[in-house]
């Protein structure tokens, strides 16, 4: 796990030590465990290329980057993990590749000195790297397949820049950057972040997950890259003729996702919410680490019992056995605000609640404890129907189809359970209903954001239920939720695994027919039938799952109310510069604050974002064109 930077100049004024310098050290939090650089020329080109890193496999020396091939004709910055490296290495062995190190970057670069582009579809794990091949004149950048790891870029008329975070091409550039406005209206109109390539600073884009980009540098348009596709996701429904899937494929895929990430010569911990995602990850890790293994666990807990997991943390750590370690952080309204422009600047961009806070707060604490490697459970929300929307998606979709019995009974089943209409909250549902169902609001925008063509359909669309989870996957929901928890776990040097995002589990659950995602009632059924013999009944067959949950909406309205007026009440630097009105939003807020506790017409998010825009724009002003 590293942090990588990168120049391709074509001009003799670019490309210098200094600015290589400038960018590895705004990241230097990626990578507390050393740092390097190299710099050569490709034809006409200039290359230069850095990293900081966070030794977790062959703790020496000898997995230092960049690193160069026998030859050093071939250069490779690496920021991730493989997880079958010790596979891949034992193949590249048998035709007769030697090593010279124990860390899967050596196998990522004699796997990629040996298959090539082909490569890519072999790993398994996150990955973002740099690759370049100075003998064929080629450099490739490749993101994993559901971008874990981040790599972003720049390209200028002679220069290209690109590195593992925004604030490391700011820092190479010494340029401001102008404010995109469609990543800028879609987060204030509709919570939505990392929806599109383009950030938050306009010319300045992430490669797209699931992508490699190839630069020719011997070609005169050598700074234009071509961009390639190397892995699509699965989409054909499959079992809709009623044929059950089989549990036990996915409980054993599952178990061996999570197996592949305990590789790690550092401690590894786990993300304990009480519910059947993380309870799993940690049910598979007992079972792959043994009995007698000592399991770190980590929770945050609230003080507000409506909020709180302790119980069913308590009862998960009671079902673990042996020697697992519960460490809870309490979070609160002064600890939300006061840590706000800290976690905004690790982030880069704007956040859409206060959950990348308890993150970060989550990591501090495993920094205390020594744990560098903590698995979580993101992804299995959208790959198994979890969010409470895909019932109303799922009704949608059979209505459409005429399906009208089996619609029916699938409402029943919500309704007799208990799981879906106790927690659904129209406030924050109201941005999925179709624009001719949508109550008329307050706009709060400013002049220079007031083009509906930015808005995005985030509604059940003109597929099913399967493509909705995918646009979830690529873009509407994991992208963002992906970006706070790296950001957040590498501000501290911690890794993030995921076992939900292991591409072989993504294969065999989400074409899965939504029947068996959504049963009887149930969100996740086919996963909570496949893992009930790893778990109590009262967290497989929980109906009040809540996530990492704090009454972030009341401390708007009370504890936070008097920061809030403060702000809104003086100069306001997105309000002079035309992306909010200020007039506009100080009405919403006082009608938030009348509003009845989560069944107002305003959500937290409708008053949250554009408090998070104002107090990002201040922390960035200095790389802003305003």
Request: charged fraction near 25%; hydrophobic fraction near 45%; aromatic fraction near 10%.
């Amino acid at each position: 796990m590293c942090g990588i930077a990168g120049i391709v100049s074509i001009s003799p004024d670019r490309g210098g030590a200094a600015c290589l310098t400038r960018m590895i050290d705004v990241q230097s939090h990626r990578g507390p465990d050393g740092r390097g650089a190299w710099s050569g020329a490709v034809g006409q080109a200039r290359v230069a290329l850095g990293s900081v890193r966070l030794a977790i496999l062959d703790l020496t020396d000898a997995g230092l980057q960049p690193m160069l091939s026998p030859s050093e004709r071939q250069v490779l910055v690496y920021n991730g993990e493989i997880y079958n490296y010790r596979e891949l290495r034992a193949q590249l062995q048998a035709r007769g590749v030697a090593f010279r190190t124990q860390c899967d970057t050596e196998v990522v670069l004699q796997a990629l000195l040996t298959w090539g582009e082909a490569a890519f579809s072999r790993f398994n794990g996150m990955w973002a790297l740099a690759w370049l091949d100075r003998d064929a004149g080629v450099l490739l950048l490749s993101r994993d397949r559901f971008g874990i790891k981040p790599l972003y870029w720049h390209a200028a008329k002679d220069h290209f820049l690109f590195a593992s975070e925004i604030k490391g091409i700011l820092a190479g550039s010494e340029r401001r950057f102008a404010i995109n406005p469609a990543a800028a209206a879609r987060y204030l109109l509709q919570s939505q972040l990392d929806a599109q390539p383009q950030t938050f600073f306009d010319q300045i884009e992430a490669l797209p997950p699931a992508h490699f980009a190839r630069f020719d540098l011997r070609n005169p348009a050598g700074l234009v890259p071509s961009f390639r596709r190397y892995w699509t996701p699965p989409q054909e429904e499959i079992l809709s003729d009623g044929t059950a899937p089989s549990f036990e494929e996915v409980r054993e895929t599952f178990h061996d996702s999570v197996r592949l990430r305990l590789r790690s010569d550092v401690p590894v911990g786990v993300l304990l919410s009480g519910g059947v995602d993380s309870s799993s990850i940690a049910a598979a890790m007992r079972s792959a680490l043994g009995a007698g293994a000592e399991l770190q666990i980590l929770s945050i807990v609230s003080d507000d019992p409506r909020y709180s997991e302790e119980r069913f943390i308590g009862r998960m750590a009671s079902h673990l056995a042996g020697t697992a370690r519960t460490s809870r952080v309490r979070f609160t309204a002064s600890d939300a605000f006061g840590l706000l422009e800290r976690v905004l600047w690790f982030n880069d961009e704007p956040i859409g609640s206060l959950s990348p806070v308890a993150h970060y707060l989550l990591m501090q604490r495993a920094k205390e404890l020594g744990v560098t490697v903590v698995l979580s459970g993101q992804g299995a929300d959208e790959l198994l129907c979890g969010y409470l929307k895909y019932w109303g998606f799922h009704m949608q979709s059979l209505l459409g189809a005429g399906r009208w019995v089996t619609a029916f009974r699938a409402a029943c089943g919500a309704v007799l359970r208990g799981t879906v209409l106790p927690h659904i909250r129209m406030n924050e549902a109201k941005r999925y209903a179709p624009s001719r169902l949508r109550l008329r609001e307050l706009d709060i925008r400013g002049p220079r954001l007031r083009d509906d063509a930015f808005r995005l359909d985030l509604g059940l669309g003109s597929g099913g239920v399967i493509e909705r989870q995918l646009a979830d996957l690529t873009q509407f929901s994991l992208p963002a939720l992906l970006h706070y928890e790296d950001r957040m776990s590498m501000a501290l040097a911690r890794e993030i695994r995921l076992p939900y995002l292991d591409y072989r589990l993504v294969n065999l659950l989400l074409p899965l027919a939504p029947r068996w995602k959504m049963r009887a009632g149930w969100s996740k059924w086919v996963f909570r039938k496949a893992m009930e013999q790893d778990l109590p009944a009262e967290i497989v067959w929980r109906r009040d799952k809540q996530g990492f949950s704090n009454p972030q909406s009341e401390w708007l309205k009370t504890q936070l109310r008097p920061q809030v007026e403060g702000l809104l009440g003086g100069e306001m630097l997105t309000a002079a510069h035309g992306l909010v009105d200020q007039a506009a939003l100080r009405r919403r807020y006082e009608a938030y604050c009348r509003s009845p506790a989560d069944w107002g017409p305003l959500s937290f998010k409708d008053i949250f974002n554009p408090i998070v825009l104002e107090i990002w724009a201040r922390r960035f002003e200095s790389s802003l064109q305003l």
